[in-house]
């Protein structure tokens, strides 16, 4: 993501400065001198923003939960307290299109909801707006441009180690769906960008109790233009 922002900074009709940031969470193992050593090397402004969040989530997620939800509030009250902190006006976080699919499930199948996470997002407090500049990207396409480019790997030991996991089951799920009905992603993704509020039950997102009036309104004016005409 930061590879493409740099490029957008040099080539895009708009002026924008880049400050990247990276939170150490402070999760035993972690490999605390990769990230600094390359955004050095690449004369990259930078903060690492240390937060033993790692304690708070062990101490708190009962035995045998998963971390992930904690880790992602603490995680993401960090990000947001430190771009407020620096005056930073967007938050570009790095969550590509199997992301946002595997939160859409996760959400029907265990919050009973219809919700994904947008490429834009104004924060519930109204002090940050947050962007996913890599939302349209296929995972593989950025697995392999990291590759093509020799990015460092650091890897997450709080969330690929824990059983059960069931972002990890949903994403297998979706790996097989690819692989046995090309095209099914990409369908998948363009129906969260064209959805129809009348086609579904939310009475919050369209008037189903106002369709008698509507309804009358309609045939009113049907019948004023056939005795017009």
Not at 111 to 135: F, Q, T, Y
Not at 140 to 152: C, G, K, N, Q, T
Not at 161 to 178: H, T, Y
């Amino acid at each position: 993501m930061l590879e493409i922002l740099r490029n957008l900074q040099r080539n895009a009709p708009v002026n924008f400065s880049l400050v990247a940031v990276n939170l150490d969470q402070k999760q035993p193992g972690f490999p605390e001198h990769v990230l600094p050593a390359y955004l050095d090397k690449q004369g990259v402004e930078y903060h690492i923003v240390e937060r033993d969040t790692y304690s708070v989530v062990k101490e708190k997620t009962p035995e045998g939960k998963t971390t992930c939800a904690l880790c992602s509030r603490l995680r993401r009250g960090s990000l947001y307290g430190f771009a407020e902190e620096i005056g930073a006006n967007k938050i570009a976080l790095g969550h590509h299109r199997e992301d946002i699919l595997e939160t859409l499930f996760l959400n029907m199948f265990f919050g009973g909801n219809l919700k994904a996470m947008p490429p834009k997002l104004l924060s519930d407090d109204g002090k940050n707006i947050v962007i996913r500049p890599l939302a349209y990207c296929k995972e593989a396409d950025i697995a392999e441009f990291s590759r093509l480019m020799e990015f460092p790997i650091i890897p997450c030991n709080l969330c690929g180690s824990q059983p059960n996991m069931q972002r990890q089951v949903v994403k297998e799920m979706l790996a097989e769906w690819d692989k046995k009905f090309p095209g099914r992603l990409e369908s998948m993704f363009k129906a969260v960008t064209n959805i129809a509020p009348s086609q579904l039950a939310d009475r919050r997102q369209f008037d189903f109790e106002g369709l008698e009036a509507k309804q009358a309104e309609l045939l009113a004016g049907r019948i004023q233009a056939f005795n017009v005409s």
